[in-house]
């Protein structure tokens, strides 16, 4: 009767050992997968599921994950979200080379912020004719003013703008562009679409859904649907 109770008392002690660690080492694993695609000076991650050992079969209720100044393709991220419900991944891809196969999702959703700064930095280091960028964004439209240099001739150049993006990346459209001394060159080219992300660098297929200027911040909401 004793050795009964023992192994019952000890098989429930494993089983609530395993639904702590479980989630716990799903959680970290996924942090490193997440990390290797948008480094961050922090990341958050929560992995759920029910029961808990599932999370070995690859079955997962629910991810959250927040990551603080992370990057995507280069672009400096204030804060990028992600939100995945009911989804199975590749265990073995995740724990074994820290990278996120998705293999059947209903859900997933993605939120990523951007400041002014940030995207004046970008445009800086994507664009090599434009120097010393200065961005402001306004409810209503991205100003971007900047030097262009073209070697012999240096040339300011003010642009209004929207961000747009669809299922393959977002990019800065301009509206509207002003040079002044321009000669009769036409800068069109440069500055009618800048690529800022490349969505298919992503472990997962997300297409953006809606974008949000507010002063001073860029939003965009991006999801599977």
Do not use: C
């Not at 997968?33 to 991650?45: F, S, T």
């Not at 079955?59 to 990057?71: G, P």
């Not at 995507?72 to 995945?84: C, N, S, W």
């Not at 800086?124 to 004719?129: A, I, Q």
């Amino acid at each position: 009767m004793m050795n009964k109770k023992v192994i019952i008392g000890f098989l429930a002690a494993s089983i609530a050992f395993s639904e702590i660690i479980t989630p716990l080492a799903a959680s970290w694993w996924l942090d490193q997968a997440l990390n290797k695609v948008m480094p961050a000076r922090q990341h958050n991650v929560s992995a759920r599921s029910l029961p808990g050992v599932t999370l070995w079969l690859g079955r997962f209720d629910s991810v959250k994950s927040v990551a603080e100044e992370a990057r995507i393709d280069g672009l400096k991220i204030q804060e990028a979200r992600v939100t995945i419900d009911d989804a199975r991944l590749d265990m073995a891809e995740l724990a074994g080379n820290s990278r996120i196969a998705v293999k059947q999702v209903r859900d997933l959703q993605i939120m990523l912020r951007v400041n002014e700064k940030d995207l004046a930095e970008y445009l800086g280091n994507k664009v090599k004719e434009v120097k010393n960028p200065s961005v402001k964004i306004l409810k209503d439209k991205i100003e971007i003013r900047s030097d262009v240099d073209l070697g012999i001739l240096k040339l300011a150049v003010g642009v209004d703008g929207r961000i747009v993006g669809d299922a393959s990346s977002i990019r800065f459209r301009s509206d509207r562009l002003e040079v002044k001394n321009a000669g009769g060159l036409n800068f069109g080219a440069l500055f009618a679409e800048i690529p800022l992300l490349d969505l298919t660098k992503l472990p997962f297929k997300v297409a953006v859904r809606k974008i949000v200027t507010d002063a001073g911040v860029i939003t965009i909401y991006a999801d599977n649907h």
